[in-house]
């Protein structure tokens, strides 16, 4: 009988997303094809503490993960519990949605343990999540993005300037931070500064970015060396912007549209874009790519998310299943191309320690 992949599956976090990720995670789950792999359930309660967990439940504001009540074994960063599971493990699906969980330091951590994971190694998840330098970068190779400017903790902030240079209405937003959270759409000018104290709240860095009035799109993208890329959907949203209200709060907030009405050539050059923009921030595995498209079909790259929604209803698997590619495939590919990268980087450092 062929020995079972260990797959942990490391969901819950610090990050304001704790919720979306139990969500993301309880389907993730359900969808490991158990004749193929053994889940090994891995929370992150919001105080930074890891728990070996029977089921995926995490209530507010304790971890309790075993829908039973039964009490569950923590780890302890420094515990030797933790390093004796880790090394149990094969592979690992980390689930954890923004802070502490998509911008590279739990990539880190992992590569420090020599465990392959899904999706975007260090530097792609770092660079993806910070939407100042995610945009340079992008804008350096030529993407569409929307003209925008950056305002760190302690600047001097001039309304008027600020308001002459993108007009009004204005995108402002916390440069590290997922699911819109601290995002404010402004529309007068005494709202501004509001909007820039509560980014402030979340981040030490802002991004001021001009509206672009258009369709949002989304594109999924799955792959290593050669990432290919969905269909594109369509979000029409009910409220002001695709907020964290309209995501995950409001059941009406927002519809989705998959596939997207779009022209043939439209689709084309949205999935050329996404691949490209996928590329020029390092990213692997996965991301979603979300756009905005003008009446003039001109294609405006808006962020990049490495570990996208994970619920059935989320975007990134729903455009794959639209594509041909079902919520357990999508899984299965996930994990073998986390294994692949894992397997070469082994081989170019075996390379090298022979030369050396």
């Avoid at 592979?91 to 992992?110: A, I, K, S, Y």
């Avoid at 000018?189 to 509001?194: K, P, W």
């Avoid at 030490?204 to 970015?209: A, M, N």
């Avoid at 995950?248 to 490209?276: S, T």
Wanted: aromatic share 8%; net charge neutral; charged share 25%.
């Amino acid at each position: 009988m062929t020995k079972k992949i260990k797959v942990a599956i490391l969901f819950g976090g610090r990050s304001v997303e704790h919720e979306v990720s139990i969500q993301s995670a309880k389907n993730v789950y359900q969808a490991l094809d158990k004749t193929k792999y053994e889940p090994v359930l891995i929370g992150i309660d919001k105080t930074g503490i890891w728990h070996h967990c029977k089921s995926i439940s995490l209530p507010a504001p304790k971890v309790s993960l075993d829908q039973k009540g039964e009490k569950q074994a923590s780890l302890s960063s420094t515990t030797d519990d933790q390093s004796r599971l880790l090394q149990t493990i094969d592979v690992v699906f980390p689930v954890l949605h923004g802070t502490n969980g998509e911008d590279g330091t739990m990539q880190g951590f992992l590569r420090l343990a020599n465990l392959p994971f899904v999706g975007a190694d260090v530097l792609g998840s770092a660079i993806a999540m910070d939407k100042d330098v995610s945009k340079r970068l992008l804008q350096a190779a030529g993407i569409k993005i929307a003209p925008f400017d950056v305002i760190n903790d302690g600047d001097e902030i001039n309304p008027t300037e600020i308001i002459k240079k993108f007009s009004l209405p204005l995108f402002v937003k916390p440069a590290n931070s997922g699911s819109s959270v601290g995002v404010s759409k402004v529309k007068n000018n005494s709202d501004l500064l509001a909007a820039i104290k509560l980014a402030l709240s979340i981040d030490s860095k802002v991004v001021i970015e001009k509206y672009i009035e258009g369709r949002e799109i989304e594109c999924s993208v799955l792959g290593n060396d050669k990432p290919m890329a969905s269909l594109p959907g369509e979000i029409v949203v009910n409220h002001e912007f695709y907020s964290y209200d309209a995501k995950y709060i409001d059941a009406n907030g927002a519809k989705l549209i998959i596939p997207a009405n779009l022209a043939k050539n439209v689709v084309e050059q949205i999935q050329k874009v996404a691949i490209q923009a996928f590329q020029t921030l390092c990213c692997e595995g996965m991301a979603r790519v979300d756009f905005f498209v003008t009446r003039e079909n001109m294609i405006y790259v808006n962020e990049i998310n490495t570990i996208p929604g994970f619920t059935k209803i989320s975007m990134y698997p729903k455009l794959w299943e639209a594509s041909g590619i079902s919520y357990s495939e999508l899984i299965d590919k996930l994990i073998t191309y986390a294994i692949e990268r894992y397997e070469r980087r082994k081989k170019l450092e075996s390379d090298y320690s022979a030369i050396t």
